[in-house]
C-alpha cells in the first residue's frame, strides 16, 4: 500500500501562492491515479484537483480551475498542488489521496481513495 505525507501548506495573504507537495512510500507510486482534497471548517472534504497516473490527465474544481496547477514527478515519488491568486476561501486542511486500485484514473471522491495523508493547513489571510 502506498502511505503518502503532505507538506507546504501555511499562512499566507490573499492574492499570495503556495506549492503544496505530496510525498508517497512505496515502489509502485508511478502506477496509481491521485488527487487533492480539502476541508474547509465546519464543511465536508472536497475535491480540489487530480491527476493521472503518467500526469497526462488533469482535472479540477470548478473553484481553483484557473488558479491550480496540479503534476507529479514519478522518480521523486511526488505530486504537487501550485494553487495562485489564493482567497480566503481557500483556508482548509489539504489531503492527497492515492486511488484504491489501478483502475481508477483520477481520484475524484472519497470512495476512490485507498490511501489519505494526514493533511497540511491552509490559511489565507484577507
Known amino acids: 500500500q502506498v502511505q503518502v505525507v503532505e507538506s507546504g501548506g501555511g499562512l499566507v495573504q490573499a492574492g499570495g501562492s503556495l506549492r503544496l507537495s505530496c510525498t508517497a512510500s512505496?515502489?509502485?507510486?508511478?502506477?496509481?491515479?491521485m488527487g487533492w482534497f480539502r476541508r474547509a471548517p465546519g464543511k465536508e472534504r472536497e475535491f480540489v484537483a487530480g491527476i493521472t497516473w503518467n500526469g497526462g490527465t488533469t482535472a479540477y474544481a470548478d473553484s481553483v480551475k484557473g488558479r491550480s496547477t496540479i503534476s507529479r514527478d514519478n522518480v521523486k515519488n511526488t505530486m504537487y498542488l501550485q494553487m495562485n491568486s489564493l482567497v480566503p476561501e481557500d483556508t482548509a486542511v489539504y489531503y492527497c489521496?492515492?486511488?484504491?486500485?489501478?483502475?481508477?484514473?483520477?481520484?475524484?471522491?472519497?470512495?476512490?481513495?485507498?490511501?489519505w495523508g494526514q493533511g497540511t493547513q491552509v490559511t489565507v489571510s484577507s
Open positions: 512505496g515502489r509502485t507510486f508511478g502506477n496509481y491515479g
Open positions: 489521496a492515492v486511488a484504491k486500485n489501478i483502475m481508477i484514473a483520477i481520484v475524484r471522491s472519497s470512495e476512490e481513495a485507498g490511501s
